[in-house]
């Protein structure tokens, strides 16, 4: 499995590329975020100079699946919005002809943490059905 993770700090206009992910390294990364710490530092910036929500990305090239899982929310009081992107056959303008929209998305809202675990360890088996299954497909 190819992947690709980043991580997305609030008061950085780049995100940050996890470099020598693997599969089993993925989770640790996630359980070590502290996030907390970002919903600090946001509380105290100017509004222009916050890019994002705290963000951690992670990226399947084989199949080109991805889940994006952001905190939202303030201190010791947030949730995780999860986003899954996936390739999926859409129909177009009157339904006349199908498309792939390689970049297809939809997100789920005020997830706890075991929630947004249980979306990454299923991207990491390739559990597509899973996924679906928990973003209302």
Known sequence: MQLK???????????I?????SPDT????????EW??????????KLDDIYFDPSFVVENTG???GL???AVGEPNHYAFRITYKRPKKVKSFLGLNDKINEDYSTAIQAQTKDAALD???????????????????
């Open 36 to 45: 907390n710490d970002y919903f600090q530092k946001i509380q105290t910036a």
């Open 26 to 33: 993925i989770i640790e990364q996630f359980e070590k975020v």
């Open 68 to 70: 994006v899982v952001s």
């Open 5 to 15: 993770a980043f991580f997305c700090d609030p008061l950085l206009p780049q995100e």
């Open 63 to 65: 199949n080109k699946t």
């Open 119 to 137: 979306c990454l360890n299923a991207l990491l088996r390739n559990d597509t059905e899973f996924l679906s299954a928990r973003f209302g497909e």
């Open 17 to 21: 590329e996890l470099s020598a992910i």
